[in-house]
């Protein structure tokens, strides 16, 4: 079959199906590696006391943190994906993997022409050139599940366009299922049921995102909810030309959130980080619903400071038990009632069915959130960039190794995720924002506020 744009395009790009029994192979011996010493760490922790066997765990995760990042990293596609969503803030997973983890970049080799235009006429049955005006063959995008084109409708529209890489889905889920293995080396810490219940979210959230009609469909929604909103929107869907392996949507114009945070000056990028802040803030704790993907390239600016949310496919929707339990938790940490906190960890399912009173230490929660929370106990602009939180939960958790076994709930993984990621955002551009007022605004707002918070010291 010609089509009209095939001399601009040649034949860059790699065809992504190759090597895939050889990816298997190398996850496989991974997890049996990573088994191993899983293994062997256990028996050796039951020669150890206390602060020793806290000690070498520490030290187990470093180096097994180290082994894994490198071998996603080089594998990228759907392995990575998952790297990528269980890198998250400490609530999840120990710093040593959230640190990793963290360095992974959603990139991959872009696929040839030939394969772009097969993917979108399997889709339509019909040539590009009837459901596409124009078609640039070179991508403005590749990432682990597709990559996206340029193009132009029939109609005029320019448009945005995901193509899906083939039998993406059934690698996708054999990925996964090899992954599994791997992560087994973390039930040094937590128990095998919470783990394949963790493995079960992250999975059902990696598949959703493979369903591009799922994901126009949240594009329509996510457009009508931030409609309330002033200063931010998510792009036009066009469902008449989507399928499951091609999403259309309008091409938006402007500049990456980051590289256009980069270019102004202290107030006026507080003042749009603080709009960033509160927009997810209103999502999680108003709509209870999250786009659970704030990666800095998933955001433009445009030209008129409006804040563009783009890629809907990893959306959220969040328990109220779970969006009201963190503005309690804030509440209570500001009234100084910390066996409060406690009761409202167990009662959201940190800690499993019947949490040790170990893990739920009131002392340890103080300190813990002392560290974690800093940003929201001082009503001022808070410095992300030198906020020195990892540093400070290491020596937190050498002092309650009994804080790894206090497991947040499965429906907690991408909201925890969603809130690492903002936070990582704020401190890789510098931001100086107070996030108090916003937090306090939002506590009394939804009814949660039981009296003038107490504050430390700015």
Known sequence: MRRRWDKLAGEQGEELAGGRLKRFARMGRLGMSVGTD?????????FR??????????????????????????????TMKLGQILSSDPELLPPQFTEALTA????????????VCEVIEDAFDRPITDVFAWFDPEPIGAASIGQVHQG????????????????????????????????QMMRVVFEKKRLDEYLEEVRSAILAEADYEAECRNLQRFGAILDERSGVRAPKAYPEF??????????????KLDEAIAQLDRKDKSDILLRFVETYSWMLHDRFELHADPHPGNF???????????DFGCVKKAPASLANGVLDILDACWQGDHDRVARIYRDIGFGGVNPSPAVLNPEMLREYHAITLEPFLVDDEFDFANWDMRRRLQSFIKKYPAFLRLAPPPESVLVFRTLGGIKGFLTSCGGHVNVHRMA?????RNGRLTAQPQLNAS
């Open 242 to 255: 989507t399928r499951q392996t091609v999403l259309t949507m309008e091409h938006v114009s402007g500049t």
């Open 440 to 444: 306090l605004d939002c506590v009394r």
């Open 152 to 183: 132009r409708l029939h109609s005029g529209e320019h448009v945005a366009v995901k193509v899906q890489y083939p039998n993406i889905i059934g690698t996708l889920d054999a990925d996964l299922r090899n992954l599994g293995s791997v992560m």
């Open 49 to 78: 006391r206390g602060d020793e066997r806290a000690q070498a765990d520490a030290e187990f995760l470093e180096k097994q943190a180290i082994k894994v990042t490198k071998v996603l990293g080089q594998m990228k596609g759907a």
């Open 38 to 46: 899983a293994a062997l760490q256990r028996v050796g922790g039951l």
């Open 300 to 310: 433009i600016m445009e030209n008129d400071g409006t804040l563009v949310i783009l």
């Open 104 to 115: 992974l970049q959603s990139e991959a080799p872009p696929m040839t022409w030939t394969t």
